[in-house]
């Protein structure tokens, strides 16, 4: 089924206070288009990467008590699992979509990955002005490319290296009442573009994990 877009239903998810009942409506409610998205982008990133690319979309398995405050899904070059691997997400909150290239906690090569990063650091600095960096995937807070300064930034990859926690996402929020988010296409086309231009820091990252 094309992807439609988002509606004010799916942010209202997040909303539902009981862990079943929210669980229910991200799986009726969200699941269903991130399937749409991913399979989109799973495909254009294959074609872009020149490799095959696997869809992973959240389950929240582990959850019993507290309901999630965010859902996403996953796109790696590793078909069991993405966490431990340089990985694209999409991703929503109640108030905003998110658009990342995403290194967690889990994976095994962070300082390496930290490392290459800190010597090609103006490649992230010369992201367009409206990207941002998050040092936590689970929590909504981050800081824009454009204000920060060059200290700012190596201070975010330090942490990303020296702290076992420690996480490094660039990409994109987009504010849950922006139009584009209602149109299908446009979204699609909006995410693919975000990956693209991701894909030099991607890549260098890539080299380090699978050396």
């Not at 929240?60 to 507290?66: D, E, M, P, S, Y």
């Not at 103006?122 to 936590?136: A, C, F, G, R, T």
């Amino acid at each position: 089924m094309p992807f439609q877009g988002f509606r004010p239903s799916d942010f209202e998810t997040f909303y539902i206070d009981e862990l079943d009942e929210r669980m229910e409506a991200i799986r009726n409610r969200i699941q269903p288009k991130f399937t749409s998205i991913g399979e989109y982008l799973t495909d254009e990133l294959s074609v872009m990467l020149g490799k095959e690319m696997y869809l992973h979309i959240a389950r929240h398995a582990r959850r019993t008590k507290n309901p999630p405050t965010d859902t996403w899904l996953g796109i790696a070059d590793n078909k069991r699992g993405y966490k431990k691997h340089p990985h694209f997400q999409v991703g929503l909150f109640d108030d905003h979509v998110f658009l990342w290239l995403a290194y967690i906690y889990e994976m095994p090569e962070k300082a390496e990955v930290a490392d290459i990063f800190l010597d090609n650091q103006e490649q992230i600095e010369k992201l367009p002005n409206h990207y941002v960096l998050s040092l936590d995937h689970t929590k909504k807070e981050a800081f824009s490319i454009k204000k920060s300064d060059k200290d700012d930034i190596t201070q975010a990859l330090k942490r990303f290296r020296d702290v076992k926690k420690g996480e490094f996402l660039v990409g994109r929020h987009i504010d849950k009442n922006d139009p584009v988010l209602e149109d299908g296409d446009a979204f699609l086309q909006e995410a693919k573009q975000t990956f693209e231009t991701l894909l030099p820091l991607y890549q260098l990252s890539v080299k380090q994990t699978s050396s």
